[in-house]
């Protein structure tokens, strides 16, 4: 019992310190990750890496689809 509740504090306390390392971040990502958690409020996501990120336009796919897009590519 005890070791399950030092895991669960454990990991509750990690949590809030990676969000407080997340929000005080000079890195060019975080304000992507920090949109996507928190803000998101698109229809479809384009999700995957450099060439999602350089190669899908979601301002020349939404209007074909009828539907709010965002590019999550990293």
Known sequence: MFLL??????DRLGG????WINRHT?????PKFRYLTE???EDVLLIGASRCH???V???IA???GMSVYNCGI
């Open 5 to 10: 509740l030092g895991l669960f504090a454990a």
């Open 16 to 19: 809030i310190g990676m969000k």
């Open 26 to 30: 000079g890195d060019l990502l975080a």
């Open 39 to 41: 803000d998101l409020h």
């Open 54 to 56: 350089q190669h899908y």
């Open 58 to 60: 979601p301002s020349i």
């Open 63 to 65: 209007p074909k689809i």
